[in-house]
T-cell receptor, first 114, second 112 residues
Framework: AQSVTQLGSHVSVSEGALVLLRCNYSSSVPPYLFWYVQYPNQGLQLLLK??????LVKGINGFEAEFKKSETSFHLTKPSAHMSDAAEYFC????????????FGKGTHLIIQP | DAEITQSPRHKITETGRQVTLACHQTWNHNNMFWYRQDLGHGLRLIHYSYGVQDTNKGEVSDGYSVSRSNTEDLPLTLESAASSQTSVYFCASSAARTGELFFGEGSRLTVL
């Protein structure tokens, strides 16, 4: 079954530092890959989406992700962390066979140190 | 603006009681989904529907049921609530073949 693995349940960075959140997908190349963000006591909202049109995808709030087939990775980055980036981040792939719906990783909690 | 709303936002119930969580979307999406979120597990798919009268089981469907009688609503029913079903439940919807899910604000359920 298609799945994603997020390395690191918690990541802590200083304000202004580089943010790197890791996501690896299982071996078959998915038609889409997503990053979602969840702020405290809220639902998930789309950060960015990969659709094979471009390997580098830009999202909201200065985030971007690069699809690397050779590494089966779709890591999320932001050059300079802001306090408002503190949240839970989820990587996701379509359900088995590309069916509508998503399978999520276990999430990474991003902590921003002042 | 189109939206997806869940109710109740918070509920406390007792073991063995039947509970229904409501989900209503005004996106006119064919696809609707129910997930549960637990620490250490991320979001896990419970049930989903691709249209009226269509329902499918997800990864963690035991003890839950859904029915789809119209496009806008997908209520989630816990037939006999168990403490293991204490969780935050999220409803989501999507248009066909776009991939992107739109989420509700969540329903926090506590089973005592």
């Amino acid at each position: 079954a298609q799945s994603v693995t997020q390395l690191g349940s918690h990541v802590s960075v200083s304000e202004g530092a580089l943010v790197l959140l890791r996501c690896n997908y299982s071996s078959s190349v998915p038609p889409y890959l997503f990053w979602y963000v969840q702020y405290p006591n809220q639902g998930l909202q789309l950060l960015l989406k990969y659709t094979s049109a471009a390997t580098l995808v830009k999202g909201i709030n200065g985030f971007e992700a690069e699809f690397k087939k050779s590494e089966t990775s779709f890591h999320l980055t932001k050059p300079s962390a802001h306090m408002s980036d503190a949240a839970e981040y989820f990587c996701a792939v379509p359900l088995e066979g590309g069916a509508d719906g998503l399978t999520f990783g276990k999430g990474t909690h991003l902590i921003i140190q002042p | 603006d189109a939206e997806i709303t869940q109710s109740p936002r918070h509920k406390i119930t007792e073991t063995g009681r039947q509970v229904t969580l409501a989900c209503h979307q005004t996106w006119n999406h064919n696809n609707m989904f129910w997930y549960r979120q637990d620490l250490g597990h991320g979001l896990r798919l419970i049930h989903y529907s691709y249209g009226v009268q269509d329902t499918n089981k997800g990864e963690v469907s035991d003890g839950y049921s859904v029915s789809r009688s119209n496009t806008e609503d997908l209520p989630l029913t816990l037939e006999s609530a168990a403490s293991s079903q204490t969780s935050v439940y999220f409803c989501a919807s999507s248009a066909a073949r776009t991939g992107e899910l739109f989420f509700g604000e969540g329903s926090r359920l506590t089973v005592l």
